[in-house]
């Protein structure tokens, strides 16, 4: 039998690893620091000019800033090495991080409508020019942000959970500089809260997604793309396997993908070949590098038919699959 570990191609991996998380962290020092410069002018502003959607806007920023911080603090924490009891380290700090960003935008939501609700019963007088004029900066500091987020690695989760509200920011800025020139023109000053609760519709769909991906994580799930049924047919379907069960397919955090499975071979076929094989195809096919295969010899007089029952795993879980009645 053949329980060993495929892992090889880890072992180089780490400098291009360290090297990424170095540039995301230069990039995101660098938004969080053209919020914060824009952040206090908006509030003064806000505050002075009555306007909702302004101070909504900065509401929002303020989150950006510490979902920027949220995010770099994971970073740091998810790239110390695995030790003691954390066996894969702490790189789903990075997950739980996108979880907070996703709810934080889920509860400002919720925040903005209810003061949105008041202000179109009682609306206020809004300054249209300074809600206008700030909201202009506003697109111009957001662009130069969300270009900067892009630059970073949008696949972690944690990133694109900062890089969510900074799009949301910008698309909010956009709808704020609609309300002044309707409220320059017009004079309706409901313009200003209709353009805010544009903006909640954003964050509750980006909240919801985050909350979405990084539950699939936390619950094991497989990754978008990798069906565990169709995987574990194309195994059976290896030469010298017959059996694959007990198949397990999860993310560590985003972007690493991680497999575990019993897998039985041909009497007569070697079964450190077979895991070899085996981890090669799902690396090169599926990309999934981090796998643990438990290889065993299915005795002579062990062959049996799928409505039989499995004596090598006292209470196996998820579907069997078989070389003989798999199509392949």
Not at 308 to 314: I, R, Y
């Amino acid at each position: 039998m053949d329980h060993s570990h495929g892992r090889d191609s880890d072992r180089h991996a780490g400098h291009g690893h360290d090297v990424s998380v170095d540039a995301d962290r230069r990039w995101l020092t660098i938004t969080l620091g053209l919020i914060l410069a824009y952040l206090v002018g908006e509030v003064a502003v806000g505050l002075l000019a009555h306007s909702l959607a302004l101070l909504s806007d900065a509401a929002h920023m303020l989150t950006d800033a510490a979902a920027i911080i949220l995010a770099l603090a994971a970073l740091r924490v998810a790239a110390r090495p695995a030790g003691g009891a954390y066996t894969f380290g702490l790189r789903r700090v990075e997950i739980l991080s996108a979880q907070v960003n996703g709810l934080t935008l889920l509860l400002l939501a919720g925040w903005l409508t209810f003061e949105a609700i008041g202000r179109l019963v009682t609306p206020g007088d809004v300054a249209g020019g300074p809600v206008l004029g700030v909201a202009l900066v506003g697109v111009a500091v957001n662009l130069a942000a969300t270009w900067a987020m892009s630059r970073a690695n949008r696949a972690s989760l944690n990133i694109d959970g900062a890089f969510q509200h900074i799009l949301n920011d910008l698309y909010a800025f956009v709808a704020t500089i609609v309300a002044g020139v309707v409220v320059l023109v017009t004079g309706w000053g409901r313009a200003d809260t209709i353009a805010s609760l544009v903006v909640v519709a954003l964050m509750l769909k980006a909240g919801a997604g985050l909350l979405h991906a990084s539950g699939r994580i936390f619950l094991e799930a497989a990754p978008d793309g990798l069906d565990p049924d169709d995987i574990g047919a194309a195994m059976a379907c290896r030469p010298g396997v017959s059996e694959v069960h007990d198949l397990h397919i999860w993310q560590i955090t985003s972007g690493e993908p991680a497999l575990s499975a019993h897998v039985l071979v041909h009497p007569e076929a070697d079964c450190h070949a077979v895991r070899v094989g085996v981890h090669a195809w799902l690396r090169d096919n599926h990309h999934i590098d981090h796998t643990t295969l438990q290889v065993d010899h299915l005795s002579a007089e062990a062959h049996r038919t799928p409505a039989q029952s499995d004596p090598h795993c006292a209470a196996p879980h998820g579907t069997t699959h078989y070389a003989a009645t798999d199509p392949c």
